[in-house]
């Protein structure tokens, strides 16, 4: 999905109130983790609030403890918040294997570190 469309959807969900369920789940992990993406450590803009501070990087996304190809589920106790951005750089790393040093990085440092 391209910015764009991203921006898009929000900003339609901000204005009608009606919310995708992988919408919802990405609002209950901001709340959860006070906007902070699990990688990296920065922040994330509101998606629904601040609709038009999203970029490339820094849209939210749903990343998964257990990945998806190794059968995580989209269930929300299997979801965190990370950048999209950061969500790919990390790919397939056990979450377990992020090293504790690629904490608190931007997502261009963490690209750099694995
Ligand atoms: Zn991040």
Request: aromatic share 6%; net charge positive; charged share 30%.
């Amino acid at each position: 999905m391209t910015l764009k469309e991203v921006k898009r959807r929000w900003k339609t969900a901000s204005e009608t109130g009606k919310l995708t369920k992988s919408m919802k789940q990405i609002l209950k992990l901001w709340k959860k983790h006070e906007g902070k993406c699990h990688i990296c450590g920065q922040l994330v803009p509101n998606p629904l609030l601040q609709t038009e501070l999203l970029t490339s990087s820094n849209y939210p996304s749903r990343d998964h403890i257990i990945p998806k190809s190794k059968g995580g589920s989209y269930k929300q106790k299997n979801l965190l918040l990370a950048h999209r951005k950061c969500n790919v750089v990390r790919g397939n790393i056990d979450i377990y294997d992020i090293p504790t040093k690629l904490k608190h990085k931007t997502w261009e440092q963490l690209k750099e570190g694995i």
